[in-house]
Structures are given as structure tokens and as C-alpha cells.
């Protein structure tokens, strides 16, 4: 018996949301061939522990794929690579800014990968694909991830959805979407009018509206999970993203609750490790 479990186990993957939000975010995928982190945006030692919730050891990574160079996405990159030695992934311009304004510190040249924008990726048993995104960092990029016919869509930190991105982020089975902020809560909040304006331009974030319309865009009959992501700890409540997502899909006519589950995640305790 245990030897028909352990072959069912090899199909797919397994993932975990380590942490997602404004002030941090990482997310831990698995084959039986490889186990890489998309960002790293808190401390090594907070990455550490956020794995430790899930029973695995940053010892064990065989890369970082990075999004962009923004803090919140690669705070403990640089720590975790002098560490672990594991390989580090970005494509040409972000290498060029993190390089030049030394964000990283001192990484060997050897760990140093290129994964450029718009390509794909064969990492083992896993094929990654990488899309543009519209965000103020230099040429942001997120990942759908592939093996077996199953795929998991991340998109967080743009500030529109194109029809492009659709269609490269359709019908997964799994996705980690943006659902930043509310946008009268922003309105309303403490932050300075440039601030409010970088947020809610084409190169900011998604409002919960806008994930909500992009999941009703692109979801299929192979979506089964959609996850709120990158939620502000100022300009939002997780319980109205939630609900703002359930409703838009709702009254689009899909089967929320039957054909498929929104799940929230949270800024710093890790989704439990999942299969696909």
C-alpha cells in the first residue's frame, strides 16, 4: 500500500504561501526533484522559521526565483544565499539593479542565474513559466508553475491585469492573486497623496475589485483554489478582500464554495503545505 502512495505523491506539486502582504512575502514550492522559494522578503531568520512551520529547512532549497527588487520581495535573499549556497534566479535588468545598488551583498558569481522575462524554465521535473507584470520596480516578473498538467498562477505587485497576462494565467488549478487594498480605505487612510497616487496607478497594486475582475477573467474547470495575496496591513481588511472576492465571483455565476474555494493568507504565518 504505501508504494501506491508514494507514486500518486510524485504527480503535481506541493506549495505553501510561506507569507504574503506589504511587508513581506515568500512562497515555497516542491517536486520530488526540487524545492525553491519565490522571494524571500523577510529575514533569513523569519524565512527560517516560516519554513520550520511547514517541517521543511532552508538547507534543503535548491533556488530563489526573484519578482523584483523591491524589499518586501528580497530582504533575505542575500542571507539565506551566503548561508545556503542555493541558486538565485532574476532576470537581466533586476540583476542589473540589484548589483549596482549592492541589495543583495555578496553572492558568488556561480549562484547568479539569468531567467529572463517571457520564457520558459525546466527546473528538474518542473516547468516554470515567467510574465511581465505593470509595477514600479525596474522589469518585474511573476510565475506559473507547471508539472503534469497541473499549473499554480502567482500574481501579486501589478497594477493592472492585462488581456495578455490572461491569457497566460488561465485555467489554473491553483493561484495566489493580488488583493492589495480597498481602494476607499486607501481614500481615506493616513498616507501621502503620492503614496495613494503610486498605489493606485497601472504601475501600483491591484484593489480588491480588480483581483476579484481578474480571477472572473481567467479562472477555468481546473481551478479548484484561489488564494488573497500581498493584503496592506493599512489600506485593507483581510475579512472584505475575502468577502469583495467571493461576492464578484458569485454574481459572475461561478460556483464559489462548490467548484472551487478563496482562501486568505497571511503576512507572517505560512498556509499549510498543499498538494496541487
Request: hydrophobic letters at 35%.
Amino acid at each position: 500500500m504505501g508504494d501506491v502512495i508514494e507514486m500518486t505523491s510524485d504527480l503535481g506539486f506541493k506549495y505553501s504561501i510561506l507569507a504574503s502582504g506589504s511587508t513581506g512575502n515568500s512562497f515555497y514550492l516542491e517536486t520530488p526533484e526540487k524545492k525553491i522559494l519565490v522571494d524571500a522578503g523577510l529575514s533569513g531568520k523569519k524565512i527560517t522559521s516560516l519554513l520550520a512551520e511547514i517541517d521543511r529547512d532552508p538547507s534543503d532549497l535548491d533556488a530563489i526565483l526573484v519578482t523584483h527588487e523591491h524589499k518586501d520581495h528580497i530582504h533575505g535573499v542575500g542571507v539565506l544565499a551566503r548561508k545556503y549556497g542555493m541558486d538565485i534566479y532574476a532576470n537581466e535588468n533586476t540583476w542589473q539593479i540589484m548589483d549596482s545598488k549592492n541589495m543583495l551583498g555578496k553572492i558568488d558569481n556561480s549562484q547568479k542565474h539569468v531567467f529572463s522575462r517571457d520564457k520558459l524554465l525546466t527546473f528538474g521535473d518542473l516547468d516554470i513559466e515567467s510574465f511581465g507584470v505593470s509595477h514600479d520596480a525596474i522589469d518585474p516578473q511573476f510565475y506559473r508553475f507547471m508539472k503534469d498538467g497541473k499549473s499554480f498562477v502567482m500574481l501579486t505587485d501589478t497594477g493592472y491585469v492585462s488581456d495578455r497576462m490572461a491569457g497566460i494565467i488561465e485555467n489554473a488549478d491553483g493561484y495566489l492573486i493580488e488583493s492589495n487594498h480597498d481602494v476607499e480605505i486607501l481614500r481615506a487612510g493616513s498616507y501621502p497623496w503620492s503614496t495613494k497616487q503610486r498605489i493606485l496607478s497601472d504601475q501600483g497594486h491591484l484593489c480588491n475589485e480588480d483581483g476579484a475582475d481578474a480571477m472572473i477573467r481567467t479562472i477555468g474547470n481546473k481551478t479548484k483554489k484561489i488564494y488573497l495575496g500581498h493584503l496592506s496591513k493599512e489600506n485593507n481588511i483581510k475579512e472584505l478582500a475575502h468577502m469583495t472576492m467571493e461576492n464578484q465571483l458569485a454574481r459572475a455565476d461561478f460556483g464559489v464554495g462548490t467548484d472551487f474555494k478563496v482562501y486568505d493568507t497571511s503576512p507572517d504565518t505560512a498556509t499549510p503545505l498543499t498538494d496541487i
